[in-house]
């Protein structure tokens, strides 16, 4: 995973400061887990194998993953509402 982070991310784009670094950071690891079909896990979603060891071991989870789930609609939410009113911490700085 270290290589193909940085081979899309570090390596492909140049980042004038380290919040448009972490922004496409996340926004790799989304497209990631929930669209690319890996080899080693017979050519399904990363995230789809978490929700099928949901439904046959629920024990396993504290929380349901589903209800963490940050897309790309959140991400853009939180950064319109940043702008606007400026009421999020600095770790989520998305402009």
Do not use: C
């Given at each position: ?19 448009k ?5 996340m926004?790799?690891?989304l ?12 050519y ?17 989870f ?33 402009s």
């Amino acid at each position: 995973m270290n290589r193909i982070l940085k081979h899309y991310t570090t390596k492909a784009y140049f980042y004038k400061n380290l919040d448009k670094l972490k922004r496409h950071m996340m926004t790799f690891v989304l497209y990631y887990n929930h669209q690319i079909k890996l080899k080693s896990l017979k050519y399904q979603l990363p995230f789809d194998i978490i929700t099928l060891e949901l439904e046959r071991q629920n024990s396993n989870f504290n929380h349901n993953p589903n209800h963490m789930l940050w897309g790309l609609k959140m991400l853009l939410f939180l950064s319109f509402y940043q702008q606007q009113f400026g009421f999020l911490n600095s770790s989520f700085s998305f402009s």
